[in-house]
């Protein structure tokens, strides 16, 4: 599996963007699409991600009822809506995706297939 992230850009407090992922090769059903982040000094840790199987999505604390993650089958592609940026969002962020663990699903250690990420820049 093959990952592609775009849509990384500089933004003001308050603002909105929309990142990408593009993927090639198979996934399967006990799999899940996810969005991680990294700050720079800080771990990866994950943000949302989305179950290959039924499209059931989970979100990390801080960025609930800001983020929305989606996926367009058709397209094979897996979308991060970011509303409400603050300067805490600043980061580069990646897709990945690997297997799928309802009881934790954005722990890092599960995906095996990472994008190179793109960068998201959020000025005060």
């Known amino acids: 599996v093959q990952l592609v992230e775009s849509g990384g850009n500089l933004v003001q407090t308050g603002g909105s963007l929309r990142l990408s992922c593009a993927i090639s090769?198979?996934?399967?059903?006990?799999?899940?699409i996810g969005w991680f982040r990294q700050a720079p000094g800080e771990a990866r840790h994950g943000i949302a991600c989305i179950s290959a199987r039924d499209s059931t999505t989970y979100y990390g604390d801080a960025v609930r009822g800001r983020f929305t993650i989606s996926s367009d089958n058709a397209k094979k592609t897996v979308y991060l809506e970011m509303d409400g940026l603050t300067p805490e969002d600043t980061a580069v962020y990646y897709c990945a995706v690997g297997r799928f663990v309802k009881a934790s699903p954005l722990q890092p250690p599960w995906y095996d297939s990472w994008g190179q990420g793109t960068q998201v820049t959020v000025s005060s």
């Open positions: 090769g198979r996934i399967s059903d006990g799999n899940a």
